[in-house]
């Protein structure tokens, strides 16, 4: 009885054991799975913001080079620019090509302004030179349109004498001015002819999808 009792026991602890011990053989897959999946999303968290912050650190490079760069051509077109402004005296040395330079700008103001009467401004200096000019613009202008025109020079209200030179023609009762100075038509130059220089320069752009 005893022998029987005893190798019940033994079968039961057996029983309890290998039980026990595929209890704990899933939990420890379990565990090992739980741990291993930890791993993999944090070493994919890691590896996905040492990514992003590579992208980010070149990404940022770029752009101080870029910056760098167009900084640079930027002071290369101003420098340009500006060696032209101090350069703009000298068309008005020669005094035959300054006068067909203002009768070009006397006439265009006329074309635009379309107007019977018009006066121009300029510097005092030049009032010789200009009032010559315009009976070449009136001329020209009636040739080209079969209209009389009468420019007159007004002399109370003459061009500052720090200007390079050109003129302004005036229309519409005084309320209409055409600035042709010299300086004011570099500014266009600038404005208008700026991505053609640029072009010259550097090459043509090819991240630039759209041109005026």
Do not use: W
Not at 10 to 39: C, G, P, W
Not at 101 to 110: A, F, P
Request: aromatic residues 6%.
């Amino acid at each position: 009885m005893t022998a029987f009792i005893r190798q019940e026991a033994l079968e039961k602890a057996k029983e309890i054991q290998l039980k026990a011990d595929e209890e704990f053989s899933i939990e420890k897959s379990k565990l090992v799975r739980q741990e291993t999946a930890s791993i993999d999303k944090t070493y994919d968290k890691k590896f996905k913001q040492a990514a992003m912050s590579q992208q980010i650190t070149r990404s940022t490079a770029s752009n101080k080079t870029r910056l760098k760069v167009l900084s640079a051509r930027q002071e290369l077109l101003d420098e340009l620019f500006e060696q032209a402004r101090g350069k703009l005296a000298r068309y008005a040395d020669d005094e035959n090509q300054y006068q067909t330079i203002c009768k070009n700008l006397v006439l265009e103001g006329l074309y635009a302004l379309g107007e019977e009467k018009v006066s121009v401004r300029a510097r005092e200096k030049d009032f010789d030179h200009v009032k010559k000019a315009i009976v070449d613009a009136e001329r020209e202008y009636k040739e080209n349109t079969k209209k009389e025109v009468k420019v007159e020079i007004d002399e109370k209200n003459p061009q500052p004498e720090e200007l390079a030179g050109g003129v302004s023609i005036v229309g519409g009762n005084g309320k209409i001015e055409i600035n042709n100075t010299f300086e004011e038509r570099l500014k266009l130059l600038e404005t208008d002819a700026l991505p053609a220089v640029r072009q010259i320069l550097f090459g043509k752009n090819e991240n630039r999808k759209f041109y005026d």
